[in-house]
C-alpha cells in the first residue's frame, strides 16, 4: 500500500489555511472523541484478529455514512515507516497509531479514515479516534461536524457505554464524554514578556491544561502550545467548549495586550530581533528543527504586528509541516541523516520565503 | 549545551528576555527554567495513574476485593497499575468500586452528564459485523487469487445484503 495525501484538499493540511477566525495567534482547532466498539477488548489488550474484526465492522459502517463524504481509509499497519512518519507530520494521525513509539509498536489493523477536515483512527489506544481540524479558532463547528460523525458512526456500530460513566476509555482519564478539545495557539508575547507562566497556571485552575505541538509528552518549541480540556468526566460536551471557548478568548486577549506593549516598550529591538530572525530564514544554509521553529515563531509575530508585510500566514503554517524530517525525506526522494536534513531543510525554507520574497518589505 | 544558568543540567529551553531594552538568550534546563516561570513540558512518571490508584486502593478497597481478574478480557488491577490503561469495557464493571473512586479524583466528578447513547438494536450491527469481515476476507481472497473462495464469499455477502 502506498500513501497518497494528494487525495485530500491541499494534502490533508487545509486546517492550516488561516482561514478561521484569530488565525494569526490560534493556527488551528482540534476536537477528538474516543470511543471503542462493544465486544471485544480494548485495542492494546485485542489480539491481532480481534483488532481485524474491529477494523472491517468500522470499515463497513465508514463505507456510507453521509457525515464523512468523499472519506477514503489508509492501512497504517501496511505503510512503511517514512509514511507513516509524514502522516504524523501532519497531524492526520497520532505518534501511537502511526507505531513511531518504542513502547507502542505498529499493531495489526491500524488504519485510518481521512476526509476534508475530519478523520477515524481505528486501533488507537482506543477502537477508534475521531477528529476534527479547522482552520484558526473554531470550536463549535470542528464539533459540530465531528458530532454528526460520532452519531453516525454510533447508530451503526455498537459503542461501549456506561450509564454512570459515559463512554468507556482505554484511558480512566478520557472517560465520560472521550472528548479533548484543542487550540494550536502562538503565544511569542506572552513568552517575550514573561508571563505565560501566569497564563500557563491560570489555565490548570480553569480546568485546561497545555501540551507542544504534538499533543501529549511533546515538548512546547517555537512559542506554539496546545490548549484543551483537561478532564471529561462530570461536564457536558456544551460546558466543556464553553469554558474553552471562553479561556481562549482571554489567552487571545492577554497575547494581544502583551504584544503591544512589547512594540510599545521595546519597539526597535522587537523589530530588529524579528527582522533578523526573517533573514536568518531567508539565507541560513543549515536549520535543526527547533531553529526553524523559533525563526518561523518570530517571523510569525512580525506578520502579526505588522512589522513585515506581504508574507502569507499560510506559507508559515504550512512551512511548520513540510520543514519536518519525514516530509523532507521523502521529498528528496531518500532517506537523510540529520545534518543532510539540516541542510535540506534550510534549502526548502529559503525557496519557499523566495517565492513570496519580491511583496516582503 | 549545558544550561547557563547552573552550569550542570542539559539546557532544554530557549529562553529570550528583554531586560532594559537589552535582548537576552538563554538556555536553561527544566529546573532553571521552572524558577523563573517558564513552564516545560512536565515529565511525568511512567504511569501516573497506576501510582494514583494504588493510593485510592490502600484507602477504600480492601486489599481482597478487586484482587481477581476481568471476566472479559482477563486484565488485571496488576496489569493497570503497570500500564495505566484498563483492558476492555467489562474492566470497569469488574473493578467498579475502585474504578469510581479513581474517576472521582481524577475528573473531580463521578458521574457523566454529558451526551447519552442508545447502542443499535443487536441484528443492526451484527449484520453489519459479518458483512465487513466477509468484504475483508473477500478482499484478501482476490488478493492471493483464491478465485473459488472468493465466488463463495460475494454469494454469502449477497444473502445478507
Known amino acids: 500500500m502506498t500513501l497518497d495525501l494528494s487525495l485530500l484538499p491541499d494534502g490533508g493540511v487545509r486546517w492550516l489555511d488561516a482561514s478561521g477566525q484569530h488565525s494569526d495567534v490560534v493556527l488551528s482547532t482540534r476536537v477528538r472523541l474516543a470511543r471503542n466498539v462493544d465486544g471485544y477488548a480494548f485495542a492494546g489488550r485485542a489480539r491481532d484478529g480481534e483488532r481485524l474484526r474491529v477494523l472491517a465492522q468500522v470499515r463497513e459502517a465508514l463505507q456510507r455514512m453521509p457525515a464523512m463524504p468523499e472519506s477514503f481509509m489508509v492501512r497504517v499497519d501496511e505503510l512503511p515507516a517514512a509514511e507513516r512518519a509524514m502522516l504524523f507530520e501532519r497531524h492526520l494521525v497520532s505518534r501511537e497509531l502511526a507505531g513511531l513509539e518504542a513502547q507502542h509498536p505498529l499493531r495489526s489493523g491500524a488504519a485510518v479514515y481521512l476526509s476534508d477536515g475530519l478523520s477515524v483512527m481505528i486501533n488507537e489506544e482506543d477502537h477508534l479516534r475521531m477528529q476534527s481540524l479547522q482552520s484558526g479558532f473554531e470550536l463549535r463547528a470542528a464539533y459540530a461536524a465531528l458530532d454528526r460523525v460520532d452519531r453516525e458512526l454510533g447508530a451503526r456500530v455498537p459503542f461501549s457505554y456506561h450509564s454512570e460513566f459515559g463512554f468507556l476509555t482505554a484511558c480512566p482519564t478520557n472517560v465520560g464524554t472521550g472528548m479533548r478539545a484543542s487550540v494550536l495557539i502562538h503565544l511569542p508575547g506572552l513568552v517575550l514578556t514573561k508571563e505565560i507562566g501566569r497564563v500557563l497556571a491560570g489555565l490548570q485552575q480553569m480546568g485546561l491544561t497545555y501540551r507542544g505541538l504534538y499533543g501529549e509528552g511533546s515538548e512546547v518549541v517555537g512559542n506554539f502550545f496546545q490548549l484543551s480540556n483537561q478532564t471529561t468526566l462530570g461536564r457536558s460536551e456544551e460546558d466543556l467548549l464553553d469554558t474553552l471557548i471562553r479561556v481562549v478568548g482571554h489567552v487571545i486577549d492577554r497575547e494581544e495586550e502583551a504584544r503591544r506593549v512589547l512594540l510599545r516598550d521595546a519597539g526597535y529591538i522587537i523589530e530588529d530581533k524579528l527582522w533578523r530572525a526573517y533573514g536568518t530564514l531567508r539565507y541560513a544554509r543549515s536549520l535543526t528543527f527547533d531553529e526553524a521553529m523559533n525563526y518561523l515563531s518570530g517571523v510569525r509575530l512580525a506578520v502579526g504586528l505588522k512589522l513585515i508585510r506581504g508574507l502569507s500566514v499560510y506559507t508559515l503554517n504550512k512551512l511548520l509541516i513540510f520543514s519536518q524530517a519525514a516530509h523532507l525525506s521523502a521529498a528528496e526522494g531518500r532517506t537523510l541523516t540529520e545534518s543532510e536534513t539540516n541542510l535540506a531543510r534550510a534549502r526548502y525554507v529559503r525557496k519557499a520565503l523566495e517565492e513570496e520574497a519580491g511583496a516582503v518589505g | ?161
Open chain 2, 1 to 161: 549545551m549545558v544550561c547557563d544558568s547552573c552550569h550542570e543540567r542539559d539546557a532544554i529551553v530557549n529562553l529570550t528576555s528583554i531586560e532594559n531594552n537589552v535582548v537576552r538568550q538563554l538556555h536553561l534546563c527544566e529546573q532553571c527554567a521552572a524558577e523563573r516561570g517558564v513552564e516545560t513540558s512536565v515529565a511525568t512518571p511512567k504511569h501516573p495513574l497506576g501510582q494514583f490508584l494504588e493510593a485510592v486502593q490502600q484507602q477504600t478497597v480492601p486489599a481482597s476485593v478487586e484482587a481477581g481478574k476481568c471476566s472479559f478480557c482477563g486484565h488485571t488491577m496488576k496489569d493497570f497499575r503497570e500500564t495505566g490503561r484498563m483492558g476492555c469495557a467489562r474492566c470497569y464493571v469488574s473493578f467498579e468500586m475502585s474504578m469510581r473512586e479513581l474517576l472521582r479524583r481524577v475528573h473531580g466528578a463521578p458521574r457523566h452528564i454529558g451526551r447519552t447513547y442508545h447502542a443499535p438494536r443487536e441484528e443492526v450491527f451484527e449484520k453489519a459485523g459479518a458483512l465487513g469481515e466477509l468484504r475483508e476476507k473477500l478482499r484478501r481472497a482476490i488478493e492471493q487469487e483464491q478465485f473459488e473462495t472468493a465466488a463463495e464469499l460475494r454469494d454469502r455477502i449477497r444473502v445478507l445484503e
